[in-house]
């Protein structure tokens, strides 16, 4: 199985500062023949399902603010919140569409400083 | 307007039976593979199940493999999750998921306990 591994399991930021969360996979989720990362980042607050946010590791999906950013390729990838509004925070997920199993990290948790 | 809806949820003791449903509309659903994905209280997301459209292949997480059985009817629009066996380590919200994790029900709530 390939394993997500966030880091950190939490962080605090101030207003209108820069969120990084990484993502670790076990083994490469890139897949050669069309050169896309099958890894995705949801979004979650409390008592709401998850949100996605990002596919192909740094496609931003319909609707989500342009502060949101995903990168990385191979084992290594990053969401970047650009400048942390109130309502980001939230508990965030990265997850591997690769292969199956499907896994998901175990999850970072932002908070405002 | 994509709607996922489940149900079926409830309390059950440990080696009972549930089966959940998901009824989906606003969408194509017999063009998309749908999953499902479970939350324990105050902990994080679970893969649990998927199907394929093309096909109808499933997949399972290992532990619910032999336990659990996902199905869909695409007459109906509906996905389901026929759940034996019941321990408490399956106690958790069930959300259904279309395919890239675009949409997701609300969730329905499983707590297996005597």
């Known amino acids: 199985d390939i394993v997500m591994t966030q880091s950190p399991d939490s962080l605090a930021v101030s207003l209108g500062e820069r969120a990084t969360i990484k993502c670790k996979s076990s083994?490469?989720?890139?897949?050669?023949?069309?050169?896309?990362?099958?890894v995705s980042w949801f979004q979650q607050k409390p008592g709401q399902p998850p949100k996605l946010l990002i596919y192909?590791?740094?496609t931003r999906e319909s609707g989500v603010p342009d502060r949101f950013s995903g990168s990385g390729s191979g084992t290594d990838f990053t969401l970047t919140i650009s400048s942390l509004q109130a309502e980001d925070v939230a508990v965030y997920y990265c997850?591997?569409?690769?292969?199956?199993?499907?896994?998901f990290g175990q999850g970072t948790k932002v908070e405002i400083k | 307007e994509v709607q996922l809806v489940e149900s079926g949820g409830g309390l059950v003791k440990p080696g009972g039976s549930l089966r959940l449903s998901c009824a989906a509309s606003?969408?194509?659903?017999?063009?998309?593979?749908m999953t499902w994905v479970r939350q324990a209280p105050g902990k994080g997301l679970e893969w649990v199940s998927t199907?394929?459209?093309?096909?109808?292949?499933?997949y399972y997480a290992d532990s619910v493999k032999g336990r659990f059985t996902i199905s869909r009817d695409n007459s109906k629009n509906t996905l389901y999750l026929q759940m034996n066996s019941l321990t408490a380590e399956d106690t958790a919200l069930y959300y259904c998921?279309?395919?890239?994790?675009?949409?997701w029900g609300q969730g329905t709530l499983v707590t297996v306990s005597s």
């Open positions: 998921v279309k395919q890239r994790g675009d949409y």
């Open positions: 606003g969408f194509a659903f017999n063009i998309y593979a």
């Open positions: 199907v394929t459209a093309s096909d109808g292949s499933t």
């Open positions: 083994q490469s989720v890139l897949y050669s023949s069309n050169n896309k990362n099958y």
């Open positions: 192909w590791a740094s």
């Open positions: 997850h591997q569409y690769y292969t199956m199993p499907r896994t």
